[in-house]
């Protein structure tokens, strides 16, 4: 069975997270460069947001990716994620 949009939305905040640390990445600064806003990714992160499909677009500007690539991205770890399951 798929994850449900509350295991998506835990796996995409880990998936940021861990994205942005890899590259060293502070959340503020990867928030500015993808014209999010300094507190967008913190928030985003602590599940305290859910993203939009333009702040997607942000996050993956900030991580240095295509919005294509990001979702291709997330959706293999989703795939990941549910054969574990």
Do not use: C, W
Request: charged residues 30%.
């Amino acid at each position: 069975m798929p994850p449900d949009a509350d295991e998506e939305l835990r796996v995409l905040r880990a998936m940021v997270r861990e994205m942005r640390l890899r590259l060293g990445r502070s959340q503020d600064a990867a928030g500015l460069d993808g014209d999010l806003g300094r507190k967008y990714l913190g928030q985003v992160e602590r599940g305290d947001l859910v993203p939009t499909v333009r702040g997607l677009a942000g996050i993956a500007q900030g991580l240095g990716m295509t919005t294509a690539a990001f979702l291709r991205a997330f959706a293999n770890r989703l795939d990941e994620h549910d054969s574990q399951h």
